[in-house]
């Protein structure tokens, strides 16, 4: 047999498992390379050997490319440690910003370049490595990124690790950015497939077309290195898709937005992309909407899937523990093969930014200005991912206050706000407030969802009367007015004078308990 060195047993039982090579040939040259190490160290002649080792792997088989390559940037970032005293990407840095270069960062490259097909990590590094820094995507953020786990989540999706990922980042931090650049190496990895992205807006689909049409197509960009051999064979800007490799039933990357007919049109067998499927704060206060929400993503979006065998990516702000991805959540508890990545403004340990990035990055003093000028719920739900209710509890307890007795004064006045009851299991809801001065204190109040619509009418009167109200609203909508004039009727038949009015509504009822 042949003698191998401690340092190549180490490498060829990379992670516990033992490295079998391709060819005698190679595993000749990698055992010659680590003796080499051992009496001479590293030099640039070992590691201009190790490139040439990684285009030969990966042409003989990936998972001895992937460790021989593995090895190689070892070696490299080990070499220029010991020579500048810096990482590979201080070096990187420092050739980007001064317009020089250095034969080692070019070998290194050649590395990444090899793995780029395979690697997600490595196919972002490469992509960009000729761009200015500052406009680079992923580099000045690649430590964040990667610790944050959201590359090698993405990554474990190509693995087929996992089925299905969520992730949820406050606004700005480029989670649909990534998105984009994912998909366009899903394009390369795989021009055989189609693959779909839904969003629930127009402009958002059309600003992903475009964002991964230039990445793929550009000349700022090296994905035609990475991928040579697959070109752009068509492109629809109205139908927002485009296609590569020879001809298929449906475009590689197809956009289309909740509401859109998709019946027929489109159709994806390698991933489903889901951005952003709730506009804002007043869907997400909606039930009803959410409900409509999770029927277009399971009976529009989810069944333009032709398998089971295609995954799925979700990319929102968490606005309700009912939109989609808290329903998922719900539907895949305890599978291993579902991954909920949802990431605060702060590092809840260190109580710093998660988003400090190198370039345009958002500190901690930044987040914390943001907190002082929104409602604290918007910005839980939009910066903290954390939904806006908690099964049914709007406000949070230590903000609810409470007395034991009413002021000994005269209330200023007694009134009434009615929520009528609407259909099925709905409440009819009529709080007592007695106000002084600006407070206000809830000292009755009627929650019923009888369908005995006479017995509400008399509970609603009762409260009134017994309470002496002055005033009471009554919400127009949903049969309001006629509840109004009904408990009117009976007031009077009891002896007292209210002034009953019945007022009509623009917002959904989550919202306007949400505004006060």
């Known amino acids: 047999g042949v003698c191998i060195s401690e340092v190549a047993l180490l490498f060829l039982y990379y992670r516990n498992e033992v490295l079998f090579l391709a060819s005698k040939e190679l595993q000749n040259a990698i055992n010659g390379y680590e003796n080499y190490i051992l009496d001479n160290g590293i030099d640039e002649q070992v590691i201009d050997a ?11 088989d990936e998972e001895t490319g992937l460790k021989v390559s593995a090895r190689a940037k070892e070696i490299i970032e080990r070499f220029v440690l010991d020579k500048t005293g810096g990482t590979i990407w201080d070096l990187d840095s420092y050739c980007n910003q001064n317009k020089v270069s250095y034969s080692i960062l070019d070998s290194y490259y050649q590395v990444l370049l090899a793995e780029a097909p395979y690697l997600f990590d490595s196919y972002l590094l490469y992509l960009e490595k000729d761009r200015e820094e500052k406009e680079k995507f992923y580099f000045p953020k690649m430590i964040q990124l990667r610790k944050l786990g959201i590359i090698q989540a993405m990554q474990d999706l190509e693995d087929d690790v996992l089925d299905y990922l969520s992730v949820s980042m406050p606004p700005g931090t480029q989670k649909t950015t990534a998105l984009k650049f994912f998909a366009s190496w899903i394009i390369g990895k795989h021009p055989r497939d189609y693959s779909l992205f839904f969003s629930h807006s127009g402009d958002i689909t059309r600003m992903f077309y475009d964002g991964v049409l230039d ?4 000349e700022e960009y090296k994905w035609s290195e990475i991928f040579p051999e697959v070109k752009l064979r068509d492109t629809n800007a109205k139908a927002e898709k ?7 039933p449906f475009y590689s990357l197809q956009c289309t937005s909740v509401g859109s007919k998709n019946s027929g049109k489109v159709r994806c067998n390698r991933y489903l992309y889901c951005d952003d499927l709730i506009g804002g704060i007043e869907e997400a206060l909606n039930k009803a909407r959410l409900d409509n929400l999770w029927n277009i993503y399971s009976v529009d979006a989810r069944q333009r899937k032709l398998n089971e065998q295609v995954k799925e990516i979700h990319i929102a702000t968490r606005w309700s523990v009912h939109d989609v991805i808290g329903r998922l959540k719900a539907l895949f508890s305890g599978n291993n093969r579902a991954k909920f990545i949802a990431i605060p403004d702060l590092d809840p340990e260190t109580g710093e930014s998660n988003f400090n990035y190198k370039y345009n990055g958002m500190s901690k003093e930044f987040f914390e200005a943001q907190a002082l000028v929104m409602d604290e719920v918007s910005y839980k739900c939009l910066y903290k991912n954390e939904p806006i209710e908690r099964e049914g509890l709007l406000f949070p307890e230590d903000s609810l206050r409470r007395y034991f007795a009413l002021p000994k004064e005269t209330p200023d006045e007694i009134r009434g706000q009615c929520d009528t009851k609407g259909k099925g299991t709905d409440y009819m809801v009529l709080p007592c407030l007695y106000r002084y ?3 206000y204190y809830c000292e009755d109040a009627v929650c019923n969802n009888s369908a005995d619509y006479e017995q509400q009418y008399q509970n609603l009167a009762r409260i009134i009367v017994e309470n002496q109200m002055n005033s009471c609203d009554f919400e127009r909508n ?38 006060c």
């Open 215 to 218: 990445i793929t197509t550009s």
């Open 478 to 515: 949903a049969g309001g007015d006629r509840v109004a004039l009904e408990v009117s009727k009976r007031v009077s038949e009891m002896g007292w004078i209210c002034n009953i009015r019945d007022t009509p509504t623009e917002t959904n009822k989550e919202a306007r308990i949400y505004q």
């Open 242 to 248: 485009m296609d590569f490799g020879k001809y298929k």
């Open 437 to 439: 001065g600006d407070e």
């Open 50 to 60: 190790y490139v040439l080792a990684c285009q030969t792997a990966y042409k003989e």
